[in-house]
């Protein structure tokens, strides 16, 4: 029954690998985000898919890149990974990006580089 | 300049008493939302409350209401009755809706940790 669920739960690579985090939502929602939240527990949006098309795109590194194949699914690449993508990535969705629509959270990847 | 400021890092508050948690916002939108979302020890982030910038009333959902001062573009969240599970991170944030370039992105505040005592 889980509303947004990411998948893995905890990554822990070495410097330099690329890895991947998955996303699925499953509450018909059109609108879905990837956030960083760093260790001083500051969150920060990184992209935005509304209808599978990229809407926002904040000043992130390349070597970041999300994928929509459908609405339900928002997956995040990252290659060449640095100590300092050491992080917690949250995915959440709303309905749409307009009026007073909550975002649901997914519970969160802890990334940590070694 | 800061969009969302919490100026609490921490605030202590007795089991069943109340509490208020701080938020100060800025925007030149007249259209805006603002959240409330906690974050447990547990890591999930659980949405709370809802306030529009046109709502004339405050929001309430249970034991959680806003008071909302627009002028003062304050939006700051009460817990009544405080319970021992309210023990959390508890983040303020903002959807502003004009200019055509936010696309609902929230910004977020830097969070107030609550501790409720026994």
């Known amino acids: 029954d889980t509303a947004v669920s990411q998948t893995p739960k905890y990554l822990v690579t070495q410097m330099g690998n690329d890895k991947s985090i998955k996303c699925e939502q499953n509450?018909?929602?059109?609108?879905m985000y990837w956030y960083k939240q760093d260790s001083k527990k500051f969150l920060k949006i990184m992209f935005s898919?509304?209808?599978?098309?990229?809407?926002i795109n904040e000043t992130v590194p390349n070597r970041f890149s999300p994928k929509s194949p459908d609405k339900a699914h928002l997956n995040l690449h990252i290659n060449s990974l640095e100590l300092g993508d050491s992080a917690v990535y949250f995915c959440a969705s709303s309905r749409g990006f307009l009026g007073n629509q909550p975002q649901h959270f997914g519970d969160g990847t802890r990334l940590s580089i070694l | 300049a800061q969009k969302i400021t919490q100026t609490q890092p921490g605030m202590f508050v007795q089991e069943k008493e109340a509490v208020t948690l701080d938020c100060t916002y800025d925007?030149?939108?007249?259209?805006?939302?603002l959240f409330w979302y906690k974050q447990p020890s547990s890591g999930e982030m659980i949405f709370l409350i809802y306030q529009g910038s046109y709502d004339e009333q405050n929001a309430t959902e249970g034991r959680y209401s806003l008071n909302f001062q627009k002028a003062r573009k304050s939006a700051n969240l009460v817990i009544s009755a405080s319970q021992l599970g309210d023990s959390a991170m508890y983040f303020c944030?903002?959807?502003?809706?004009?200019?055509?370039?936010?696309?609902?992105?929230?910004?977020f505040g830097q969070g107030t940790i609550l501790t409720v005592h026994p």
């Open positions: 925007t030149s939108d007249q259209s805006y939302g």
């Open positions: 898919y509304n209808n599978k098309e990229l809407i």
């Open positions: 944030a903002m959807r502003e809706y004009e200019g055509g370039t936010s696309y609902g992105k929230l910004t």
């Open positions: 509450l018909g929602h059109d609108t």
